[in-house]
């Protein structure tokens, strides 16, 4: 890949992390976006020739400022992985507008921006990657009506870029996790109970390879003992 830098948006010490470290070890520098600077700023120190940046997914300009910044420091950027979302839940009488619109911006408006920003630099290269993550929620309407309805719009969003970018180089894909995540690089957790981050980071950078004659639109990811979502 040309653009040897990966931006990962959502970073905390769960699967943000551990996508983060997996492709430092492949080469990438990472740039590294979250809300709060505390954990991004310690796996900076960690992952050499990596960039920790504060913002907020939810608002266009600060992102759209955010990644212009890290093109100026790094370079083009060749992968987007979008891993911010709300979890905040509740039913239709009780969420308010507010929480509401919150959850779409972070989830969808966030993710659009962001793939709007890189965009230009993947399809001057001829290639690059975009992933974003979904959940069960992206194809199950269930008790959390924000978080499901922006996660519905997301995979709508992933599949209308994919017809846009696939023809001019730019493999995007959705990622749909069904279950619990734990925190990267924790031992203790079994993969019959949680979704291991680093193994899903695994998954990740397995789409991020893929040959451009089999390409891959939807993945889903789920421990071998979590009950199905249909």
């Known amino acids: 890949m040309v653009n040897r830098v990966a931006l990962v948006i959502g970073v905390g010490p769960g699967?943000?992390?551990?996508?983060?470290?997996?492709?430092?070890?492949?080469?990438?520098?990472?740039?590294?976006?979250?809300?709060s600077g505390g954990f991004i700023n310690e796996l900076a120190r960690e992952l050499s020739g990596s960039l920790a940046l504060r913002a907020d997914a939810s608002n266009p300009a600060e992102m759209a400022e955010?990644?212009?910044r890290a093109r100026e420091e790094l370079g083009p950027i060749g992968v987007l992985i979008y891993n911010a979302s709300t979890s905040g839940g509740s039913g239709l009488a009780e969420i308010t507008v507010e929480q509401f619109e919150q959850s779409w911006r972070v989830s969808t408006l966030g993710a659009?921006?962001?793939?709007?920003?890189v965009a230009p630099d993947m399809i001057k290269a001829r290639e690059g990657v975009m992933l974003f993550t979904g959940a069960t929620?992206?194809?199950r309407g269930g008790g959390w009506l924000a978080f499901s309805s922006a996660k519905f719009?997301?995979?709508?969003?992933?599949?209308?870029?994919?017809?846009?970018?696939?023809?001019?180089?730019?493999?995007?894909a959705h990622v749909l996790v069904d279950g619990l995540i734990g925190e990267a690089g924790d031992g203790s957790v079994k993969e019959a109970i949680?979704?291991?981050?680093d193994k899903m980071a695994d998954a990740?950078?397995?789409?991020?390879?893929?040959?451009?004659?089999a390409w891959t639109l939807e993945l889903d990811l789920r421990p071998n003992a979590?009950?199905?979502f249909v």
């Not at 992390?17 to 976006?33: D, K, P, Q, T």
């Not at 209308?160 to 730019?170: I, K, M, N, Q």
């Not at 949680?194 to 981050?197: M, V, Y």
């Not at 990740?204 to 004659?213: I, P, T």
Request: net charge positive; hydrophobic share 50%.
């Open 194 to 197: 949680a979704l291991s981050p």
């Open 137 to 139: 929620s992206s194809i």
């Open 204 to 213: 990740y950078w397995y789409l991020a390879q893929q040959n451009r004659s």
């Open 15 to 35: 699967l943000g992390a551990a996508l983060a470290r997996r492709f430092a070890s492949e080469g990438f520098r990472v740039v590294m976006i979250a809300r």
């Open 112 to 117: 659009f921006v962001c793939a709007r920003e």
């Open 226 to 228: 979590e009950e199905f």
């Open 153 to 172: 719009a997301l995979r709508g969003l992933v599949q209308s870029a994919a017809r846009e970018l696939w023809p001019r180089g730019v493999h995007v």
């Open 66 to 68: 955010t990644i212009q």
